[in-house]
């Protein structure tokens, strides 16, 4: 039996399944990683059983998102309306009916 040190393991698990702490950026919304936005999960707890993801797997399924909606657009949307125009439409309709 061999009694040198082994190098160290390259997977931990409490390092690889312990998010950032959250910080709140709404009444409802955290956020852990930069740019990665979630629903509360204390809101979720009653009705929506919360997963555990590895950190890196949060981090890959956020940096895929787009590929992920331009497959959807690329295969189910005939149309593709930015938030923008949205809004504008809604601001639009309010000043019209002068809601």
Known sequence: MNDAPRPPIGYRYREQHTP??????????VTTHEHVYEVDPRLMERWV?????????????????????????????????????L??????????TGA
């Open 87 to 96: 809004l504008a439409e809604v601001e639009a309709e309010s000043d019209r």
């Open 20 to 29: 950032p702490e959250p910080t709140r950026v709404s009444d409802v919304a």
């Open 49 to 85: 059983l919360q997963q555990t993801f590895p950190n890196w797997d949060s981090l890959r399924i956020m940096n895929s998102r787009h590929d992920h909606l331009e497959w959807m657009h690329r295969h189910f949307a005939s149309t593709v309306v930015t938030g923008s125009e």
